[in-house]
């Protein structure tokens, strides 16, 4: 993934956790609507000026539009975990979800302690 792709993608993912809309981000950054999609398909070269108005709106700061992972990499971990539970029973899924919320509610809770 090239960075205006990986930005594009953070842009999204910040976007949809605010359950905005491109519109409504496009009007809170004083940008077109379809200049949005085009950045966050990664297909637009995007301005320091215009970064720096999506970050005002979406009122983070700037380091969090760099927060990416490669999605490809992502996408393959969670292909890979709904193979290994595709074969199972409801009752075996619905227990595997219960093991995993405590997983990662444990894993939650280490990384909570780690950095205080």
Same mark, same amino acid.
């Given at each position: 993934?090239?960075?205006?792709?990986?930005?594009?993608?953070?842009?999204?993912?910040?976007?949809?956790?605010?359950?905005?809309?491109?519109?409504?981000?496009?009007?809170?950054?004083?940008?077109?609507?379809?200049?949005?999609?085009?950045?966050?398909?990664?297909?637009?070269? &995007? *301005?320091?000026?215009?970064? $720096?108005? =999506?970050? +005002?709106?979406? %009122?983070?700061?700037?380091?969090? /539009?760099?927060?990416?992972?490669?999605?490809?990499?992502?996408?393959?971990?969670?292909?890979?975990?709904?193979?290994? &539970? *595709?074969?199972?029973?409801? $009752?075996? =899924?619905? +227990?595997?979800? %219960?093991?995993?919320?405590?997983? /990662?509610?444990?894993?939650?809770?280490?990384?909570?302690?780690?950095?205080?």
């Amino acid at each position: 993934m090239n960075l205006p792709e990986g930005v594009g993608n953070r842009i999204r993912e910040l976007r949809k956790a605010k359950g905005w809309t491109q519109e409504q981000l496009a009007e809170a950054a004083s940008l077109h609507y379809s200049y949005i999609g085009g950045v966050e398909r990664g297909d637009r070269n &995007i *301005s320091l000026e215009t970064l $720096e108005k =999506i970050i +005002a709106a979406f %009122k983070v700061p700037a380091i969090e /539009i760099f927060r990416f992972e490669d999605e490809t990499d992502r996408r393959k971990a969670l292909d890979e975990h709904m193979t290994l &539970i *595709s074969d199972r029973s409801t $009752e075996e =899924i619905a +227990a595997l979800t %219960k093991i995993n919320r405590e997983v /990662i509610a444990t894993l939650d809770m280490s990384r909570d302690r780690n950095t205080k």
